[in-house]
């Protein structure tokens, strides 16, 4: 049974940084493309970031691009993001996955299977 299971959200100000963190369990993790993705309510959940299988390339929606950074530890079956000059616009619900479609910026996409999404974490941006 796969179990994704995300942590590191909470409130910040204005260009300060939280680092997320994302545990995967009942996969092999090494083996997978892993993302990060937000929604907002009564808007679609959007990529942020992803990272091919064996450390490969690395995407970011051009939102974040430079601000935020992707990484994952296969040893610890654990995927991040560190989120550095934060704004309120990043305000959303993040979620991580596996599966995930990982083939350029605006080609972040996520599995269509729920068991290989995260509960999500809240991340506020206060101004």
């Known amino acids: 049974q796969v179990q994704m299971v995300e942590s590191g959200g909470g409130l910040v100000q204005a260009g300060g940084s939280l680092r997320l963190a994302c545990t ?3 996969l092999t993790f090494d083996a997978v493309n ?7 309510p009564g808007k679609e959940r959007a990529g942020v970031a ?16 430079d601000r935020f ?3 994952r530890d ?3 079956h654990t995927l991040y993001l560190q989120m550095n000059s934060l704004k309120p ?3 959303a619900m993040y979620y991580c996955a596996a599966g ?6 605006s080609n972040i996409r996520g599995p269509p299977d729920r068991n290989y999404w995260g509960q999500g974490t809240q991340v506020t941006v206060s101004s």
Do not use: E, H, L
């Open 24 to 26: 995967a369990a009942g």
């Open 74 to 76: 296969n040893a610890k």
């Open 34 to 40: 892993m993302g990060w993705f937000r929604q907002v």
């Open 89 to 91: 616009d990043d305000t």
């Open 100 to 105: 995930v479609a990982c083939g350029g910026p």
């Open 50 to 65: 992803c990272m091919q299988w064996g450390g490969g390339s690395t995407y970011y929606a051009y939102s974040v691009k």
């Open 69 to 71: 950074t992707i990484s």
